[in-house]
């Protein structure tokens, strides 16, 4: 099986932007998704695909991919962007095994 | 709309079977645009996913569980179960239904979740 690996805390001002990053060899070959989990609740989907939001998510945020790193940006955060963001994906080995990344901890100061 | 509730004991004793219901509401389970999955998360811990099974049958399981899961689907009640066996204390989690759109491999519908404890 293959792994995920995420920063463990990231800090961002209000209204400035910061980037999560998600590295794993299964990432050049398949998209990764990203939720958002707020304490106490279950994870959502914020972006799946080569950039897409599900219909409720603010275009502040945003996805992308190059080589074995898959990114999240948060353009503008706000404080309710407070949270823990996972990543996900197709474990290198294929036949749609998954994996999540190991998480990373957005403060919006 | 899908939605997604999960059910069973809350309290499992070491080296039983942990069994979790998932009921799927607002539209079926044999759909074919979805797998129905299991993922848990231990207190203060991050996600891990247990493993997925497509309306026809088919199962895919985390190699880290497989020899101790079986997830199975009713279509019938329009439920699908996990079983993991020889649970230990390593196994309190809160366990998690979700559907993935088979298209872009997203979980894109939770449930709520529900704590299982492993305690004598």
């Known amino acids: 099986s293959s792994e995920l690996t995420q920063d463990p805390a990231v800090s961002v001002a209000l209204g400035q932007t910061v980037r999560i990053t998600c590295q794993g060899d299964?990432?050049?070959?398949?998209?990764a998704s990203w939720y958002q989990q707020k304490p106490g609740q279950a994870p959502v989907l914020v972006i799946y695909?080569?950039?897409n939001r599900p219909s409720g998510i603010p275009d502040r945020f945003s996805g992308s991919s190059s080589g074995n790193t898959a990114s999240l940006t948060i353009t503008g955060a706000q404080a309710e962007d407070e949270a823990d963001y996972y990543c996900n994906s197709r474990d290198s080995s294929g036949n749609h095994l998954k994996v999540f990344g190991t998480g990373t901890k957005v403060t919006v100061l | 709309q899908l939605q997604l509730q999960e059910s069973g004991p809350g309290l499992v004793k070491p080296s039983e079977t942990l069994s979790l219901t998932c009921t799927v509401s607002g539209g079926s389970i044999s759909s074919s645009s979805y797998y129905w999955g299991w993922i848990r998360q231990p207190p203060g811990k991050g996600l891990e996913w247990i493993g997925s099974?497509?309306?026809?049958?088919?199962?895919y399981y985390n190699p880290s569980l497989k020899s101790r899961v079986t997830i199975s689907v009713d279509t019938s009640k329009n439920q699908f179960s996990l079983k993991l066996s020889s649970v230990t204390a390593a196994d309190t989690a809160v366990y998690y239904c979700a559907g993935e759109d088979g298209g872009w491999e997203a979980f894109d519908i939770w449930g709520q979740g529900t704590m299982v404890t492993v305690s004598s």
């Open positions: 299964s990432l050049r070959s398949y998209y």
């Open positions: 099974i497509y309306y026809s049958g088919s199962t």
């Open positions: 695909g080569k950039n």
